[in-house]
C-alpha cells in the first residue's frame, strides 16, 4: 500500500482528504511531472482505500490544546498566508510566522472565534513585517557554541536511515551512531558516514560565512513548506503525533536544516555558491528525515527542536544557514 501510494500522501483537513507529495521523490522536488488533477482519478481511488483502513475517530490526534478544528483550520491558513506574502523575503516570513503564532496561542477561544480578532492579527502581521526588514542582522548577536553543537545534533537526527540498516536495534549500531553524532556536535567528520545519499563534506564548512545563495534555491524549499501547510501534513497523525505548536516548530527547523545540506551538496562540488539542484537534493533529504524519523516525536527531540526554534534563536541560525542570505 504504501509503495502504491508513494509520492502521494493524504491526511485529514475539515471532515476531509488533504493529498500532499512527498519531497523524497525527485520528481516532486524538482517541480517536475504531470499536476495532480491529471491523477483525481487514481487519488480518489487511492483515498477510499486509506479511508478504509484509517481507525474511525483516530484520524488527527495531539491538537493546539482545545481550539477546535475551525479554529485550528484557521490559524493554520493564517499562517500559511504569512509564509506566502512575497512582499518581504522567505526568511523575514517564517519569523513573523513563528511571532504571530505565539501571540495566537495567548488568545482564549472565543477571541480567535472573532473575525476582528483575526483583522487585528494581519495589522500586527504588517507591523512584524516592517520591524523585520529594519532589522540589523550585526544586531543579532553571535552563534554560540551550545546552540550550534544543538543545531548540527538535530542535523545528524535528520541524516539517520534506521530503516536501511539491519542491524539498527543492536546495541553496536547504537553506539556508533552515539559517537557519530557526539562528533557532529562538534562540527567534525561528514553526514556521508551515515549513509550514501548523504553529502560527503566536511561539517567544518558549515563554520564558513562565504556561501552565496542562487534565488532559485529558495523556490523547493519555500513549495515544500507551503505544501506541508496546505495539506495539514505536519502534525498530528500526519507527523509523529505532534500538537500543531510542536509540529510548526518541527517544520520551521526543517528550514535551516535544508539550508546547511544545500551548503554541504555545494561544497561536496567544490563551490561555494548554493545552486537550485542542491537545494532539491536538500530538501529530499530533509522530507525524508521529517517524514520517516520517528525520534522527531520522542521528548529529547521535542525539547531540542523548541530550544532551537526559540525567535532570537531561529534568527541567529537563519542567519548562517537561511535561503534568503547572500542572495547572489
Not at 495567548?106 to 516592517?130: H, K, N, P, Q, V
Not at 529558495?218 to 505536519?234: A, D, N, S
Request: aromatic share 10%; glycine share 8%.
Amino acid at each position: 500500500m504504501a509503495c502504491r501510494l508513494f509520492p502521494f500522501t493524504f491526511s485529514r483537513k475539515e471532515g476531509e482528504w488533504a493529498v500532499g507529495v512527498r519531497f523524497a521523490c525527485p520528481a516532486v522536488a524538482s517541480n517536475e511531472g504531470d499536476s495532480l488533477a491529471s491523477y483525481r482519478k487514481q487519488l480518489y481511488q487511492l483515498a477510499q482505500e486509506v479511508k478504509e483502513k484509517t481507525t474511525a475517530g483516530n484520524e488527527r490526534t495531539g491538537l493546539w490544546k482545545d481550539r477546535g478544528e475551525k479554529i485550528l483550520t484557521r490559524a493554520v491558513q493564517f499562517i500559511r498566508e504569512t509564509v506566502c506574502e512575497d512582499t518581504t523575503d522567505l526568511d523575514q516570513r517564517l519569523v513573523c510566522a513563528l511571532r504571530l503564532f505565539g501571540v495566537m496561542e495567548m488568545a482564549e477561544i472565543e477571541e480567535l472565534e472573532e473575525d476582528i480578532t483575526w483583522d487585528r492579527l494581519g495589522i500586527l502581521r504588517d507591523a512584524a513585517f516592517a520591524e523585520e526588514k529594519k532589522r540589523d542582522a550585526d544586531s543579532l548577536g553571535r552563534w554560540s557554541g551550545p546552540q550550534r553543537g544543538q543545531f548540527l545534533q538535530l542535523l545528524a537526527l535528520y541524516a539517520r536511515r534506521d530503516e536501511e540498516r539491519t542491524d539498527s536495534w543492536t546495541w553496536r549500531a547504537r553506539v556508533q551512531r552515539f559517537l557519530l553524532a557526539s562528533r557532529f556536535m562538534l562540527g567534525k567528520g561528514s553526514l556521508r558516514q551515515m549513509g550514501q545519499h548523504l553529502p560527503d563534506a566536511p561539517l567544518s564548512l558549515l563554520g564558513e560565512d562565504s556561501f552565496l545563495v542562487c534565488a532559485e534555491a529558495c523556490e523547493p524549499i519555500g513549495r515544500f513548506l507551503r505544501v506541508k501547510l496546505e495539506t495539514h501534513q505536519f502534525f498530528g497523525n500526519s507527523h509523529h503525533g505532534l500538537s500543531l505548536k510542536e509540529g510548526l516548530l518541527s517544520l520551521w527547523m526543517s528550514y535551516p536544516v535544508a539550508g546547511a545540506l544545500a551548503r554541504l551538496y555545494a561544497g561536496q562540488r567544490g563551490r561555494r555558491n548554493v545552486e537550485r539542484e542542491d537545494a532539491v537534493k536538500a530538501v529530499s533529504t530533509v522530507d525524508h528525515g521529517f517524514s520517516h524519523m520517528k525520534g522527531f516525536g520522542v521528548k529529547t527531540t521535542r525539547r531540542l527542536v523548541r530550544s532551537l526554534a526559540e525567535v532570537d534563536r531561529f534568527r541567529r541560525t537563519l542567519r548562517y544557514f537561511g535561503f534568503s542570505v547572500n542572495i547572489q
